[in-house]
Nanobody, 126 residues
Framework: QVRLVESGGGLVQTGGSLRLSCAAS???????ITWFRQAPGKEREAVSC????????FYADSVKDRFTVGRDDAEGTVYLQMNSLQPEDTAVYFC????????????????????WGEGTQVTVSA
């Protein structure tokens, strides 16, 4: 069983930065970790992915060049560094995982992930 816990959310002004962390336990070292977000009244959307094994990264077009996903081996977490935040980035951010790697054609599909965290709120004020 894999348990995921997100942290690092909060309130930030437009143009500011936040760093989210996803702490994973239970063999998550062999899992792909993907960040999703869901704004009120909207579908859950994939934001960024870090695959297991070769640590390939994928990004949604809306966050490319602003967000960076990576591993913090010292903390044993997967982080999402978010820069140049905009009000439209306001959402609950979730990390999700699945055993093994994923292809670029499917990384953004919520239904391929087996484990989910509870989420952390990110609010960007105008």
């Amino acid at each position: 069983q894999v348990r995921l816990v997100e942290s690092g959310g909060g309130l930030v002004q437009t143009g500011g930065s936040l760093r989210l962390s996803c702490a994973a336990s239970g063999f998550a070292h062999y899992h792909t970790i993907t960040w999703f977000r869901q704004a009120p009244g909207k579908e859950r959307e994939a934001v960024s992915c870090l695959t297991s094994g070769d640590y390939t990264t994928f990004y949604a077009d809306s966050v490319k060049d602003r967000f960076t996903v990576g591993r913090d081996d010292a903390e044993g977490t997967v982080y999402l560094q978010m820069n140049s935040l905009q009000p439209e980035d306001t959402a609950v951010y979730f990390c999700a995982s699945v055993f093994g790697s994923v292809y670029k054609t499917v990384w953004f599909l919520p239904n391929i992930y087996d484990y989910w965290g509870e989420g952390t709120q990110v609010t960007v004020s105008a």
